[in-house]
């Protein structure tokens, strides 16, 4: 049975919970033990799949097709370790399985009441599969006293009881505000939150403390006092020029090691943090510079291709440089001329992406990459932008389009309503639930032997993620091909095309699948790396 970690937060959202429940679980891995990261999220959608990028930021997605939250994907990034539809659940999912066992007579009558059936609930899914790990880390998103909140840490108060001192570890982390004015620290939210949590029955073990500067002795003293935690288990989060330094900053104040003696473990062996070192040296230290122009729809909020820019990074990390990110809004090529801001770039990548509003920006990008020579990265909507572009500019098919929106005349991006998962046929219905109308999760693709793909990944068979309700029509593949934009990756039955590309462009590819998403410092994705050399490549020709 696996030793479990709640992180909770306090204070205010989005302090880096994620980034502290990641953090932790690549110490622990670094010390030799076997980690599994979960998130609970409070909130009353099944899943975040329904929910925009606006709202909620990137919707993260695993191997096994679920839809998660982004957190997971620091997860996967700090530990390697694939996150499954089994480590992340709302509130929505909780109560639609409790009222599916209410409605199939399971609970014999009995009256149906969140403590102890929802709790009971949450705590089933929390314990799922934790024999087969040392650790496990749950992290409860929102913040300690939100409503919806309650019945998750009601269920990690119990599962404290249960469980036993010994064999859980609750992690709060909360907010120290530097006020100008006074020029001082202030704990007081700190006391206030933690009182707010003792109030429901949880006492910290341990306190990561967020803050702008360090937090001196005398205060920790002092928050120690009044949440009634030792001093060694205040650690100070402080900002960092780049996030993967966290795991090494915090293993500096002692983190993993206080968590460690609360298991009463004190003789486990150091972890080996030489990789992470690596990192952050290669992110401080690049020996140059690129632009990458990311031109999507989203811009406002960062989070909402949190993978993507991440993956970019890790491209950065494995070429030496510094990728700098020029997110464009693609509106703003439909005023003015896409050449004004695209000719100092080094690379286009266009990102995955839903609807109309922006479109004819991002086939204004791609025109720009492919006449010009730049090295152009297409990913999922990306790809089709690309499909539409080439069909209507190279092979002069006036009207091409996706019946994503509209009709269009030439169909070149279309539904399929069948395809094969192995050797299952899965299908999808016009017009059908939102929920589950996607291609979700992992599948295998055939690179074609030769072709660029296969050259970059040094392999012919791959397996990526994907989210995705349109594909590529094959019907036009052959007027694509005869104006030399190929394909060159497959589904294993032949029948979605995966990858295309343009072998006689410098770098010009597009993809149907999202690999961004198992993209990771300690191991960039080669796509990544490749798409990053060439815009290396591409820099010192101008
Ligand atoms: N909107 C497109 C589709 O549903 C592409 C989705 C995406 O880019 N993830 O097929």
Partial sequence: MARLIFITGG???????GLASASLGALLQARGYKVRLRKLDPYLNVDPGTMSPFQHGEVYVTDDGAETDLDLGHYERFTGVPSSKSDNITSGRIYQQVIEKERRGEYLGRTVQVIPHVTDMIKEFVLTGADEVDFLLCEIGGTVGDIEGLPFFEAIRQLGNELGRANTCFVHLTLVPYIETAGELKTKPTQHSVKELRGIGIQPDVLVCRSRHPIPAEERRKIALFCNVSADCVITGIDLSTIYEAPIRFHEQGLDAQ??????ITDAQPPDLERWHRVVDRVNHPEGEVKI?????????????????EALTHGG?????????????SE???RDDAASFLESVDGILVPGGFGERGTQGKIAAVKFARERDVPFFGICYGLHMAVIEAATDLAGLEGAGTTEIGRPRHPVIALMTEWMRGNQVETRVEGGDLGGTMRLGAYPTILTPGSHVAEIYDCTAISERHRHRYEVNAGYLPRLAEHGFVVSGWSPDKRLPEIMEIPDHPWFIGVQFHPELKSRPLDPHPLFKSFIAAAVHQSRLV
């Fill in 259 to 264: 968590v460690l003696k609360t298991f009463g």
């Fill in 293 to 309: 122009a990311v031109v999507g729809k989203y811009m406002q909020v960062k989070d909402s291709y949190k993978s993507l820019s």
């Fill in 332 to 334: 703003v090529f439909e």
């Fill in 317 to 329: 990390i494995a070429n030496n440089v510094r990728v700098v990110m020029e997110w464009l809004d």
């Fill in 11 to 17: 204070v205010v959202s989005s302090l880096g919970k």
